[in-house]
């Protein structure tokens, strides 16, 4: 299991009860990622047939990433990978049922007894962006206010309310006070997506087709984009339901760009969160499997909720799938 030791769960205590429960040697702590590489080899390695991640949607995509990459350097298959809820957004955990794990020892034995006994599997497709697997990524106000609650978290930690730091309240803060009054006065970039795969095809209302397939090198969407983010899974952290319909099709991704304005996001804050907003001139849907995004100017870039800086121009593609611990599958036999 590799936990990340900076994640908002992860306490001493929680290290330690781990470590009691796992085999002697089985558990990893990591504190920067330039550790994953030299991690995943050792798990490759030893041949584990499930590798566990305990933290949040940035400590799988690290690990996913660096073990994926070390088996397939050497030819070897891929295990099959869980995670405990152990970090702040956890889109993961609203997929596959992962309970909360940061509880006390006992809590804790039950969460990796699911996970290593109990827990059926799926298959789970990838976005893979700057070479790196993640569930989703995007450009635009979703990154920007990851950018601004890593400044809320790190203002509240330094004062009364540091336990408030890593969570919700500090979303909600960097939300009201910075991402959305900066979206009233800024320019909103010229967003142009390249068909780069397969036949790409528009969603419209409750998932219906729209329109003829764009083929391999049309463009998919030209004009003002708020945010222009792709993912295989319905959630971002805390239970947005941000691409309802990523679970619709195995073999794409879902493309969302989207111009809703600050004051609709408001207004319609409820059936946004829960996935039901549908506004075809505010809101454009489409699966994909590889497409280049270019944005102008350049804009805030983000994989697995974490931010990756400004960037002009990304190719996204979808990956082979990974075999992945699910509590809502049926039990292994």
């Known amino acids: 299991m590799v936990v990340n030791g900076n994640a908002k769960s992860v306490t001493a205590e929680v290290i330690e009860t781990l470590d009691q429960i796992l085999d002697t040697g089985d558990l990893f702590v990591s504190r920067r990622v330039e550790e994953s590489e030299g991690i995943a080899r050792i798990l490759v390695d030893r041949g584990y047939g499930t590798i566990l991640t305990g933290g949040g949607d940035g400590t799988f995509t690290v690990v996913v990433t660096a073990v994926v990459n070390e088996a397939k350097r050497r030819g070897l298959p891929l295990p099959r990978f869980g995670l405990l809820r152990l970090g702040t957004g956890n889109s993961l955990a609203w997929v596959l049922g992962a309970s909360g794990g940061a509880g006390a020892k006992p809590g804790l034995a039950v969460d990796l007894q699911r996970l290593r006994a109990e827990a059926g599997s799926r298959n789970l497709r990838l976005v893979e962006a700057e070479d790196i697997l993640s569930p989703f990524c995007g450009f635009g106000i979703d990154a920007v206010m990851l950018r601004d609650y890593n400044a809320v978290k790190s203002a509240l930690a330094r004062g009364p309310l540091k336990r408030l730091a890593p969570g919700p309240v500090a979303y909600a803060v960097a939300a009201t006070t910075r991402t959305i009054p900066s979206y009233l006065v800024r320019r909103t970039p010229h967003c142009r997506i390249i068909n780069e795969g397969n036949d790409a095809i528009r969603v419209g209302e409750k998932g219906a087709m729209l329109g003829a397939p764009i083929k391999k090198g049309g463009v998919i969407y030209e004009g003002?984009?708020?945010?222009?983010?792709?993912?295989?899974?319905?959630?971002?952290?805390?239970?947005?339901?941000?691409?309802?319909?990523?679970?619709?099709?195995?073999?794409?991704?879902?493309?969302?760009?989207?111009?809703?304005?600050?004051?609709?996001?408001?207004?319609?804050?409820?059936?946004?969160?829960?996935?039901?907003?549908?506004?075809?001139?505010?809101v454009f849907d489409y699966f994909v499997d590889e497409v280049t995004i270019e944005m102008d100017p350049m804009t805030s870039f983000q994989i697995g909720g974490d931010v990756r800086g400004e960037r002009s121009r990304v190719r996204v593609r979808l990956t082979e799938p990974i075999r992945i611990v699910d509590f809502y599958a049926p039990p292994r036999g």
């Open 224 to 282: 003002p984009a708020k945010i222009a983010a792709l993912s295989t899974i319905p959630y971002y952290g805390f239970g947005f339901r941000m691409f309802p319909y990523a679970d619709d099709r195995q073999d794409r991704m879902q493309l969302r760009v989207s111009v809703v304005s600050p004051f609709t996001f408001v207004r319609n804050f409820s059936s946004i969160w829960s996935g039901e907003y549908d506004d075809l001139e505010t």
